[in-house]
């Protein structure tokens, strides 16, 4: 329920902020949106694995939002040199 809710939360946030942002950006926050909801639901399958392989499991979260910040840096980085 938690992950469709935050699902919902974020369609509805990009939808509203696509109104002024570029397509460029849009795409940012939706990779960004995407992976949050990955890591989170990585999150809570780390609840009902054994405590030896929890860390594991949270440092994989934490490379899918690393990962997603990157991308989406790259391509906000990428919109503004097309602007400059």
Sequence with gaps: MR????MAIAL?????AACQ???QEQRAEQIEAVAEEQAEAIEEKAEKVPEESQNEVL?????????A?????AIRDAEG???E
């Design 12 to 16: 509805g946030l990009s939808a509203l």
């Design 69 to 73: 910040e990157r991308r989406a840096k």
């Design 3 to 6: 992950y469709t809710a935050a």
């Design 81 to 83: 040199k097309v602007a």
């Design 59 to 67: 440092r994989n979260a934490e490379v899918i939002r690393n990962d």
């Design 21 to 23: 942002e570029s397509p």
